[in-house]
């Protein structure tokens, strides 16, 4: 069982090499800057960790983007912004834990055959493949890590995503309730005249209703 990421190899490092050429030069001589991007560099390039990225960005930004959306009322920006919330934690967690799940079982299953080996570890080692390198087994193991994990989130969407994204808005709507009867309590505490006018205001509204 083989696969090649030749011609996908290709177009990427022709894409990126035209990046490269638009973007200047930059020399870093901050020892705790150049530190900062090896390790990122290191321990951030795996798609577990890159998931985990796209998600702290996302949380950093569109709920932001929903709770100042002006078309809407204020309690739709409130709702808005909790469910994006919510499918944010869900996806991002169960993103994480099945690409880390999925690239750790391809890589534990993809070791070259041999007696200690044995079947089921070598199970998808390129063996039809003539000359296997370190990095061609790399982009091998990571190409199978990506299609096992989009197969096994095809299914976890609405397995897990779905009903786990439903269970958070409830709760984070909840919390907002519970905080805006608490905002009002206190503030009817300490104003009490108010809440008699408020009441007086909606009981003459029910009145100018029911004669209309």
Same mark, same amino acid.
Request: hydrophobic share 40%; with cysteine.
């Given at each position: 069982m083989s696969f090649s990421l030749r011609p996908i190899g290709n177009i990427a490092?022709?894409?990126?090499?035209?990046?490269?050429?638009?973007?200047?030069s930059v020399t870093f001589n901050n020892k705790t800057v150049t530190g900062a991007l090896k390790w990122a560099g290191q321990h951030l390039s795996s798609p577990p960790s890159s998931r985990f990225i796209l998600g702290a960005s996302?949380?950093?930004?569109?709920?932001?983007?929903d709770l100042h959306n002006k078309r809407v009322d204020e309690k739709t920006r409130k709702v808005s912004a909790a469910r994006?919330?919510?499918?944010?934690v869900a996806g991002t967690t169960t993103g994480i834990i099945i690409r880390w799940l999925c690239f750790k079982a391809t890589k534990s299953m993809a070791m070259k055959p041999?007696?200690?080996?044995?079947?089921?570890? !070598?199970?998808? *080692?390129? /063996?039809?493949? $003539?000359?296997?390198?370190?990095?061609?087994?790399?982009?091998?193991?990571?190409?199978?890590?990506?299609?096992?994990?989009?197969?096994?989130?095809?299914?976890?969407?609405?397995?897990?995503?779905?009903?786990?994204?439903i269970s958070i808005t409830n709760k984070l709507l909840d919390k907002i309730d519970k905080k805006e009867?608490?905002? !009002?309590?206190? *503030?009817? /505490?300490?104003? $009490?005249?108010?809440?008699?006018?408020d009441k007086f205001?909606?009981?003459?509204k029910e009145v100018n209703n029911g004669i209309s």
């Amino acid at each position: 069982m083989s696969f090649s990421l030749r011609p996908i190899g290709n177009i990427a490092d022709s894409a990126a090499s035209k990046i490269i050429k638009i973007i200047p030069s930059v020399t870093f001589n901050n020892k705790t800057v150049t530190g900062a991007l090896k390790w990122a560099g290191q321990h951030l390039s795996s798609p577990p960790s890159s998931r985990f990225i796209l998600g702290a960005s996302a949380l950093m930004s569109q709920p932001f983007i929903d709770l100042h959306n002006k078309r809407v009322d204020e309690k739709t920006r409130k709702v808005s912004a909790a469910r994006t919330i919510a499918k944010i934690v869900a996806g991002t967690t169960t993103g994480i834990i099945i690409r880390w799940l999925c690239f750790k079982a391809t890589k534990s299953m993809a070791m070259k055959p041999s007696q200690s080996a044995g079947f089921l570890r !070598s199970l998808l *080692y390129p /063996k039809n493949t $003539p000359k296997v390198t370190v990095k061609g087994l790399t982009h091998h193991k990571m190409f199978l890590g990506h299609i096992l994990s989009l197969g096994v989130m095809m299914f976890t969407n609405f397995a897990i995503d779905a009903p786990l994204t439903i269970s958070i808005t409830n709760k984070l709507l909840d919390k907002i309730d519970k905080k805006e009867k608490k905002i !009002s309590d206190n *503030y009817f /505490k300490k104003y $009490p005249c108010n809440s008699s006018i408020d009441k007086f205001v909606g009981e003459t509204k029910e009145v100018n209703n029911g004669i209309s």
